[in-house]
């Protein structure tokens, strides 16, 4: 089974903090994603990643940066949190369409 | 730029009776089409999939979808519901150009009644 891990299911972080997001997969997919899901929006991808130390800007890519230095582990960067970024943040792994989604993190910025 | 639209932002269906979750895309060609479903408090998981060929895909769990090229559409179906079906599902399309990523539809959340 694929397996796609998120370091933490919970996090609460203060307002300026930076916020360091973790995704691993564990299949050597050459794709990774990171959404941010929020009641009545669905999914909107932030970044993506088509191969180690490459990434692309998403939909919604202000307030965020991205990090692949390895190929199984993508990480999402907050610089500065902010309240609006208050969200549930999914991570995504796949080797092409197809995509494998980790549990998530419910990312609260007060 | 490819859309999804799920026109239905809940619905409720006894459990035992069937469904059909309605999802239609805007892209200018045949699309690659998805539907995920997310338990509460999990992640997606891949219900099903199109890339070409029969119009009729099976996935898991007992759902199919039908792809029709006229209508833009893409219904995902399941002719009895069970409690445990309850949950949000997701549309989503792949672009065939350029990168493998995925738009995906708002979501419709089902709910089963017993």
């Known amino acids: 089974d694929v397996k796609v891990t998120q370091s933490s299911r919970y996090l609460v972080k203060r307002t300026g903090e930076k916020v360091f997001l973790e995704c691993v997969q564990d299949m050597d997919h050459e794709n990774m994603f990171w959404y941010r899901q929020d009641p009545g929006l669905g999914l909107r991808l932030i970044y993506f990643?088509?191969?180690?130390?490459?990434?692309e800007k998403g939909d919604i890519p202000e307030g965020y940066s991205v990090s692949r230095e390895k190929k199984e582990r993508f990480s999402l960067i907050l610089e500065s949190a902010s309240t609006n970024q208050t969200s549930m943040y999914l991570c995504?792994?796949?080797?092409?369409?197809?995509?494998?989604f980790g549990p998530g993190t419910r990312l609260t910025v007060t | 730029a490819q859309s999804v639209t799920q026109p239905d932002i809940h619905i409720t269906v006894s459990e035992g009776a069937s469904l059909e979750l309605r999802c239609n895309y805007s892209?200018?060609?045949?699309?690659?089409l998805f539907w995920y479903v997310q338990s509460p408090g999990q992640g997606l998981q891949l219900l099903l999939k199109y890339f070409s060929g029969d119009t009729l895909v099976q996935g898991i769990k007992g759902f199919e979808a039908e792809f029709k090229r006229s209508q833009s559409s893409f219904n995902l179906r399941k002719p009895s519901v069970h409690w445990s079906d309850a949950a949000e599902y997701f549309c989503a399309v792949g672009s065939r150009k350029g990168y493998s990523t995925l738009t995906f539809g708002k979501g419709t959340m089902l709910l089963v009644s017993p």
């Open positions: 892209y200018g060609a045949t699309p690659y």
């Open positions: 995504a792994s796949g080797p092409s369409y197809e995509q494998y």
């Open positions: 990643s088509y191969d180690v130390k490459m990434k």
